[in-house]
């Protein structure tokens, strides 16, 4: 309800900045695991940590915040400061809330006994509704928490674009995304990569509810599956060794001379003869 009351804030009353939203997702998150305390402590470390906002970045945004009433915070010394999280919603907003959550219960409830008069009919929204059971009251802060166990909380870049799909998308559509992502094993640092993807994707298609998304990725795991069955493996390349493979013979050798050979050793022969006299006169 506090969540649905800030969005309300920004979208009627005041536009806030994605450092001024981040933090104050980041004190709302805190605020939770401290128990819903009015006071609780977080060190400057811890919001950057989380809200992926600097020092100076913090104490600027914190500031804005406590002019708009959204938050408040007392300084410790050198201990971790105080803050508080303003209530956005009153009793009678509250009460409203509850009063439109209770008519809607009795109105989908009085549409399922009329149109469930055939015993067939029935036993089909039997099945669909123990289908949709487990998907049914996911919330804004359902998804944050989703988001943080998965990836550690929205920092300042993350947070402005899950707030725009939240506007676009309901809650449990952002949600299975989310899931699909964690079941793909996506890590932190491309998660918001991958979350585009899958937003954008389904967006372009005109899917805006559960059931479409559900089906979406069912369609999509099938057909991945279906071409990597398809895909032939490539032939390994077969070489033979060098002793089989073709290559040309060399002539042998008969230890005869060609005819040019033979007249030039002859040659050589006659001019070695004619030399030996000559040599055997200078002697004598």
Not at 9 to 30: D, E, N, P
Not at 84 to 110: E, F, K, N, P, W
Not at 183 to 212: F, P
Not at 232 to 257: H, I, M, N, R, Y
């Amino acid at each position: 309800m506090q969540i649905r009351a800030f969005d309300d804030y920004r979208l009627y009353k005041q536009k806030l900045s994605a450092g001024q939203v981040s933090l104050w997702y980041t004190l709302m998150s805190i605020n939770n695991k401290a128990g819903w305390s009015t006071w609780f402590t977080a060190a400057n470390a811890t919001l950057e940590s989380l809200s992926g906002l600097s020092r100076s970045g913090i104490v600027k945004n914190r500031n804005v915040l406590k002019q708009l009433n959204l938050i408040d915070f007392s300084s410790n010394g050198r201990k971790a400061t105080s803050y508080r999280v303003c209530v956005l919603y009153t009793s009678d907003s509250a009460q409203g809330s509850i009063q439109r959550s209770v008519q809607d219960s009795t109105q989908r409830s009085t549409q399922t006994s009329v149109q469930g008069s055939s015993a067939l009919i029935k036993q089909n929204e039997t099945k669909q509704n123990e289908t949709d059971d487990d998907d049914a009251g996911i919330t804004r802060a359902n998804v944050i928490d989703k988001w943080t166990e998965l990836w550690g909380f929205p920092n300042a870049i993350a947070m402005p674009e899950i707030n725009e799909w939240l506007d676009a998308l309901p809650a449990d559509v952002v949600d299975f995304a989310i899931t699909i992502a964690g079941e793909h094993q996506v890590k932190a640092a491309g998660s918001l990569k991958y979350m585009r993807a899958v937003i954008e994707g389904w967006q372009k298609r005109d899917i805006s509810t559960l059931d479409q998304a559900k089906k979406a990725a069912e369609d999509h795991d099938r057909r991945m599956k279906s071409e990597h069955s398809g895909r032939k493996p490539t032939p390994a390349k077969e070489t033979l060794p060098t002793w089989a493979q073709d290559t040309p013979e060399k002539p042998v050798s008969d230890g005869k001379l060609s005819p040019e050979q033979q007249a030039a050793l002859d040659a050589r022969i006659k001019k070695f003869k004619a030399r030996r006299p000559e040599k055997e006169g200078a002697e004598a």
